[in-house]
């Protein structure tokens, strides 16, 4: 497992969200690159997507499942990580650095329940996680 970032907000479907101003970066967690398994393909968004908080914007796809990846916030795409198009593998083992899949600049509102890294390994460990 990746060392989970205290500067960050993760949400309950294993995505996680940074601010730097107006403009958050979205990628999945360890545990569901990890969950997924062997990487296939990342589906990003279309740069200029308009998105609100909740919606199924990506996908990662692995040889046993599809995973979808929601934005935490409402706003614009405006930039999509077009490393991975070519190559997952940051996903695995940067997938808080590298492995980021897209950003947002922030016009509206950011989804309900995201949860700071104690509270998100509180979830992990109920899911079954050993911490």
Same mark, same amino acid.
């Given at each position: 497992?990746?060392?989970?970032?205290?500067?960050?907000?993760?949400?309950?479907?294993?995505?996680?969200?940074?601010?730097?101003?107006? +403009?958050?970066?979205? %990628?999945?967690?360890?545990?569901? $690159?990890?969950?997924?398994?062997?990487? *296939?393909?990342? &589906? /990003?968004? =279309?740069?200029?997507?308009?998105?609100?908080?909740?919606?199924?914007?990506?996908?990662?796809?692995? +040889?046993?499942?599809? %995973?979808?990846?929601?934005?935490? $916030?409402?706003?614009?795409?405006?930039? *999509?990580?077009? &490393? /991975?198009? =070519?190559?997952?593998?940051?996903?695995?083992?940067?997938?808080?650095?590298?492995?980021?899949?897209?950003?947002?600049?922030?016009?509206?509102?950011?989804?309900?329940?995201?949860?700071?890294?104690?509270?998100?390994?509180?979830? /992990?460990?109920?899911?079954?996680?050993?911490?």
């Amino acid at each position: 497992m990746a060392d989970r970032p205290n500067d960050i907000r993760y949400t309950k479907t294993h995505e996680w969200l940074r601010i730097d101003d107006d +403009v958050a970066t979205i %990628g999945v967690t360890d545990f569901a $690159v990890e969950h997924l398994g062997d990487l *296939v393909f990342v &589906d /990003l968004p =279309d740069v200029g997507l308009d998105v609100k908080a909740g919606d199924s914007v990506a996908e990662v796809e692995s +040889v046993k499942a599809v %995973g979808e990846v929601y934005s935490s $916030v409402t706003g614009e795409v405006i930039e *999509v990580n077009e &490393d /991975l198009s =070519d190559d997952q593998s940051s996903l695995a083992s940067d997938p808080f650095g590298a492995g980021w899949l897209f950003k947002v600049k922030v016009s509206g509102d950011t989804a309900d329940g995201l949860m700071d890294l104690a509270t998100y390994e509180e979830q /992990l460990a109920n899911e079954g996680e050993p911490s």
